[in-house]
Structures are given as C-alpha cells and as structure tokens.
C-alpha cells in the first residue's frame, strides 16, 4: 500500500502543474491559452483586428498628428494614420506592433541576402569611444551631426551614426587573421543616431533610425574590387525581392572616404537627392559628382542626362586601407607577411526603406506594402452582426483556420476583422487604408449552394469570387517569409 505521505504529495504536485501549465503554441505562433487554463478561454488563438494594438485615426485624413515643426510627407502621414509609429520628439518615434513586425521581416529578407554573400551578423556597441574617432579624424569632420556625451569621469563618447573605426578596431585586436580567412565580410543591424538639424518626412530623415551596416576587409584592392560588386549585386537583388525600382548612380564617398562609392535611390518627387540619368546608356549619378552645367553622358557622350529626385535607401564605399592603416588592421598573407587589409563598407536604410516603399507604392489615402514585408498578408471579414447574411460569420471562422492549416505560408499572416458592429463596407475601407495584400470579404455570396468568397488583391486591384479552393488555390502561391 502506498504511503499517505506520497498520496499528499503526488496531489500537491499535479495542482502545481495544473496551475503553472505552460500554454502550447499554435499553428500561428500565438499561445493557445484555453488548454492551460479554465480562466483564460477568453483568449482566442485566431488573430483579431480589435486584439492589435495599432491605435489608427482612419477616420481624420488631415496633417493634425503631425510633429510641431516637421515638414510632413505622404508616407510619414500614412504611416501614422494607420498606427504603424507614433511621434516622441522630433526626429525620433515609437515604432508600433505592426510597423515592428514589417520591419522584422525585412530583416529577414536583408538577412538572407548579405548572408548569401558570405555576411556574419554581429552587435557592435553604439556608444563609441572617442579616441577611435578622434584617431581617425572623423571627431572634428563630423561636426554637429554627431551626438556627443561624457561619462561620469569626463571621458568623451559619441553615439555611432557608424562603425567603420570600431569594426577596424575589433578585428585588428584579434588574433592575427590568415589571408585564407578573407574575405571577411561583418555586418550589424542597430539603430544609428545622428543630430540632425532638421528632421522632416517620418521615418525618411530622422535623429535616431535602424540602419544595416557591413564592413569587408580583402587581401588586395582587386579582391576588394570584386566584394564591393558582389554586395552590389546583392543589393539589387534585395530590391527587387521588394518590387521596388532603385537605381544605382555614382556618388560622392563624403566624410566617410574611400575612391569609389555608389548610392541606391528609389526615385520620388520627395527625394532630396538630385539624380542625373542618361536616356541612352546605364549611366547614373548623383548631381554632387558632376559640374553643374553637364548636360552630356560622360560613359557614351550621346546620350542627354535628365534630371529626376531620388530617396537615398542604401550607400556603398571602397575604403582602401583608410582605416585599416589607422588601426592597424593586419592579416598573414601567402607569403607569410603582415598585410594592410583592403576595405568596404556598405549601409543600408532600415526604416527609411520601410518608409520610402510606403511612399513610392501607396496612394494619397491606401498604403501599399510590397508583398514579401506586409504585416499581415489577409483580412477576413465576416458579416455585420445582425445582418441578413450574419449566419455566414461562421464560414468566416473556418476560413481563416482553414488557410492556416491548410497552407503553412499563411501561419500567422491572416486576420479576422471581428469588429462586426460596423458595416463591411468600413471595414473593407479600413482594411483598403492599411494595405492588407489580400482581403476576402464574407458576404451573401457565402451563403449560396456552393460559397463563393469575394477576394480584393490590392497589388492589382482585381476583385474576385472564388470558392473556398479557389481561396486557398490563389493565397497558397503568395510568398511569405
């Protein structure tokens, strides 16, 4: 016979279990929460527009939440409209849920593709020492853009608006590096700060922003050479992935140096830089790198340059030994000799890129995302409670879990509007306004003998009626990541 003693333990124990069960993730990554707990079934597994926090004024298509004293932009306007960032002070904002969740996801994006060159991610500290940037000259070459502090001892400190000294720093502390290892190309995703005089247009030129930062370092200015194109090669790629049209033009290497530097520019009429392209070859370039008065293509001599804005999203620069020399930056070369490293180094605008897609792809009053980075892919939106077609609210619910069951794409990506105190039709202006890819609207058609579902594809502008395998035919091909 068993002990009462154990008796009373084993019952305390699976009390404990029962009160501290940890909940199960769902298909979709949210906690299933009805399992582990009698109190909590209120919290549903399926994503829901009134559980989001993304306080939107939709409603109010004026200039009324802008920041005192910015000027505002269409992407800027949208973008805090629907709940996507919030105002702190100027040139700096909360980035809100959903703004966060598309930003993830064009980091994964941005992940893949330096990692697909050969990129190790790591974490750099923004608070920088100033003797490096002093070392290097940048201190006083900065100016007034770069914010300056003192610690408690009266040490100076700078926070970075970037690293090329302390990358140059990290790897010339180390062990001495083999030509074998080259080349070694590092990379980071932080937020950069920078004291700028004016901010204005949201997320396009702010005080303190997310940006990609990579530093190469080679064995000769040929190897270089070919890192520089190949991170090149990888931007476009990345862009293109975005649906985005960016152009590479020539540009001015700035207080950063080097010989050779390229800007990436997603043409806008909001653009502060100017761009010169000509008709007849692929030559591009910034206005800065060329006299004022060039009207003819210096590659081809034929063709005419036309002038257009750009937003600059990305910038490369060969650095040479600039900074390799400076901090000693070494590696062991074939012949058994300490080398200067060759150098890169190429920035990439997170939040600007995220904010300059909403302004070149959106229109006055509906953001557009490109597909790959949109929050959410889908809304679903049921009937109005108490309408006529309320009974098919249920066809609703099966819908979005069968999309998530059925296609492992979509986990996670769809959203049921359960706001159904208002009429469809403001909830599919709403869901117009924050740009959902694909949204699928539960109506009359639901309740015929076969359903039929109407699905508005905002990228085309096509409206559909498909039945469930339709549905679930079309979203399975949409690319997620």
Known sequence: MEPAVHKSWRRVF?????????????????????AASPHSSHVKSTLLVSRLYQPSNLRDMGLDSQVAGEMSCKSQRLMQQAGLIHPSNPGCYYYLPTAVRSMEKLIRVIDQEMQGIGGQKLDMPSLCSADLWKASERWDLMGKELFRLKDRHGTDYCLGPTHEEAVTTLVAHQATLSYRQLPLLLYQITRKFRDEPKPKFGLLRGREFYMKDMYSFDVSEEAAHQT????CQAYTRLFARLGLRCVQVQADTGNIGGTLSHEFQLPADIGEDRLLVCGNCSFSANVETLSSDKTDCPRCSTGSLVESKGIEVGHTFYLGKKYS???????SSAQNKLTTAEMGCYGLGVTRILAAAIEVMSTEEEIRWPGL???????????KKGSKVDEASVLAEELVQTLGEALPCLRGEVVLDDRTQMSIGKRLKDACRLGYPYIVVVGQGALEETPKFEVICQQTGETMFL???GVLDLLGKVETL
Not at 14 to 34: E, M, Q, T, Y
Not at 325 to 331: I, R
Not at 374 to 383: F, G, I, M, S, T
């Open 467 to 469: 039945s469930k395998d």
């Open 373 to 383: 980075i949109a929050p959410y892919q889908v809304c679903v939106l049921p009937p």
């Open 228 to 231: 520089y194109e190949s991170v």
């Open 325 to 331: 020399h400076v901090f000693e930056a070494t590696f």
């Open 14 to 34: 699976h009390n404990l279990h029962r009160a501290f069960i940890i909940p199960k993730r769902n298909s979709s990554g949210w906690a299933d929460h009805a």
